[in-house]
T-cell receptor, first 120, second 114 residues
């Protein structure tokens, strides 16, 4: 158990709908990362939040958005869903995303169990 | 650019050693990682190595780092059927603003047979 929780575990919805995925990071971790894993695209980085602020964006579609709340949990919102959005969505957390002291590893990301999204 | 490459598949006999290889491109990576993903599960951190180290051993796992060739390997001794999974190599890549991002390879599927 990594200490990162994600809900729901499974989500089945229809095209055109909107869903919200939720993630609670490990206690003490300030950074939250979202990834999408699909068979054809592999593991794709979507977005990174640090202490409530967006820090980096990866291959995230405009239909997708995320936020991190004051209690550090994060939500990933997926709208106007398409069949191709069916995938596993992972959240990960780390102590921080800062790299000031390279001898202290604050980068290690701990992954949640994922949410499996099926769009029909 | 940032890229991590791994072979896609490895098959070994139970009890043998497995060696999973990875090459990366960012020479400034401070940490390199190995994660394991079992079917239907999330990524589990196996181990990581600091870039100024050549080797790290943790029970049945040995990580070798050749920084000159940007080559990382994971050796699993006495491979068991429970080791069957996908193994991801990742490098930390410094982004603008001082933040690191993990770049993952496509994963190596390890199949262990009797």
């Amino acid at each position: 158990d990594s200490g990162v929780t994600q809900t729901p575990k499974h989500l089945i919805t229809a095209t055109g709908q909107r869903v919200t995925l939720r993630c609670s990071p490990r206690s003490g971790d300030l950074s939250v990362y979202w990834y999408q894993q699909s068979l054809d695209q592999g593991l794709q980085f979507l977005i990174h939040y640090y202490n409530g602020e967006e820090r980096a964006k990866g291959n995230i579609l405009e239909r997708f958005s995320a936020q991190q709340f004051p209690d550090l949990h994060s939500e990933l919102n997926l709208s106007s869903l398409e069949l191709g959005d069916s995938a596993l969505y992972f959240c990960a957390s780390s102590v921080a995303g800062l790299a000031f002291d390279k001898t202290i590893n604050t980068d290690t990301q701990y992954f949640g169990p994922g949410t499996r999204l099926t769009v029909l | 650019g940032e890229d991590v490459e791994q072979s896609l598949f490895l098959s070994v006999r139970e009890g043998d050693s497995s060696v999973i290889n990875c090459t990366y491109t960012d020479s400034s990576s401070t940490y390199l990682y190995w994660y394991k993903q079992e079917p239907g599960a999330g990524l589990q951190l196996l181990t990581y190595i600091f870039s100024n180290m050549d080797m790290k051993q943790d029970q049945r796992l040995t990580v070798l780092l050749n920084k000159k060739d940007k080559h990382l390997s994971l050796r699993i001794a006495d491979t068991q059927t429970g080791d069957s999974a996908i193994y991801f190599c990742a490098e930390s890549s410094l982004q603008g603003g001082g933040y690191n991002k993990l770049i993952f390879g496509a994963g190596t599927r390890l199949a262990v047979h009797p």
